[in-house]
Structure formats: structure tokens, C-alpha cells
């Protein structure tokens, strides 16, 4: 048995690639790198069934760029 904690990404681009993540550590907020910039969600305190397990659901909350 694994002990990654993963979490549920709901919202946000319908292209992001992995909507089943790992979070390292598990806290209030998350950014996944995508498209030249980064992808922010929140957590919530809502969980999901998966083929993975019962996880946390981590909502999208906004878009930032990376600075040049």
C-alpha cells in the first residue's frame, strides 16, 4: 500500500491531464504548472470515491502566469 496522498481536482481546464494527483503536503491550496503557468485549487471538504480510493476533492479557484 501507497502512502502518497492524492486528491480530486474538480474544475479548471477541461485539457488538464491528470485530474488524480499527488499532494505533497497535503494543505489549503495546490498549483499544478500547466500551460506556461499555474493552476490554483482550494481544498474543500468534500471527498470523491475513485478507482484510487476515497480522496479529498480539491476545487479550482484560479489561473496565474509565470513571471518572465
Known sequence: ???VVKAVLEGG???LP???VPITPPGI???VAF???FEHFKVT???QDT???RLRVYEWCE???IGT
Open 29 to 31: 491550496e495546490l498549483r
Open 35 to 37: 500551460h506556461g503557468g
Open 51 to 53: 478507482p484510487e480510493g
Open 63 to 65: 489561473h496565474s502566469t
Open 1 to 3: 500500500m501507497s502512502n
Open 45 to 47: 471538504q468534500r471527498e
Open 18 to 20: 491528470a485530474r488524480i
Open 13 to 15: 481546464p477541461k485539457d
